[in-house]
């Protein structure tokens, strides 16, 4: 089955540097990437996804890249805010298999 | 779009009781339910995958006579938790796919503590 390894697991960063989690996944097979923000107690949600027919896509100050021979991919956050602080999940899997492979999570801290 | 909601949102339960945990989707039709289960300070561990009218899959190592999965409609999923133990305290989500088949959306996940 997929295995997914996401790094760092702690992360601080100065408010309003660039922030970078790696993800990286076992299973060549595999080919939609979605990225999670979930804050403390609360539930994960989407914050960017993207498919292995492209290598970069970019929602205003996230973007996310993909390197399909290496298999792995990253999580770029621009700017960072103090409402970044969260923890981030990647995860994989294959189109039309439904069933998500996570990383095992970046705590992301902004210091303001 | 593409709301799901979860009930109740915490629980306490004495030992050896039940509890009833239910994932609707607001405004969408739910092809595919899951159930994850998730400890302080780690990942979401899938626990089973549940299609409407159909058993559950559940992942190695979980109980499916302790974790009954029940996916009636296409907009509901029930989890109950079967003779709950203090070690099956922890954080319950669930997650529903629509049509598009891919991107998963969550509920805001139920806390459960057994005494």
């Known amino acids: 089955g997929e295995n997914v390894e996401q790094h760092p697991s702690t992360l601080s960063v100065q408010e309003g540097d660039s922030a970078v989690i790696k993800c990286t996944y076992s299973?060549?097979?595999?080919?939609?990437f979605p990225w999670y923000k979930q804050e403390l107690g609360k539930r994960p949600q989407l914050i960017i996804d993207?498919?292995?027919?492209?290598g970069e896509k970019k929602d205003q100050r996230i973007a996310v890249t993909l390197n399909k021979t290496a298999k792995h991919f990253s999580l770029h956050i621009t700017e960072t805010q103090p409402e970044d602080s969260a923890v981030y999940f990647c995860?994989?899997?294959?189109?039309?298999?439904?069933?998500?492979?996570f990383g095992t999570g970046t705590r992301l801290t902004i210091i303001p | 779009g593409a709301v799901v909601s979860q009930h109740p949102s915490w629980v306490i339960c004495k030992s050896g009781t039940s509890v009833k945990i239910e994932c609707r989707s607001l405004d969408f039709q739910a092809t595919t339910m899951f159930w994850y289960r998730q400890f302080p300070k780690q990942s979401l561990m899938l626990m089973a995958t549940s299609n409407e009218g159909s058993k559950a899959t559940y992942e190695q190592g979980v109980e499916k006579d302790k974790f009954l999965i029940n996916h009636a409609s296409l907009t509901l999923s029930t989890l109950t938790v079967t003779s709950a133990h203090p070690e099956d305290s922890s954080f319950y989500i669930c997650s529903a796919t629509g049509p598009w088949q891919e991107t998963q959306y969550f509920g805001p996940g139920t806390r459960l503590l057994v005494l």
């Open positions: 995860a994989a899997t294959l189109f039309g298999n439904e069933k998500l492979t």
């Open positions: 993207i498919r292995s027919n492209v």
């Open positions: 299973d060549s097979a595999s080919n939609y």
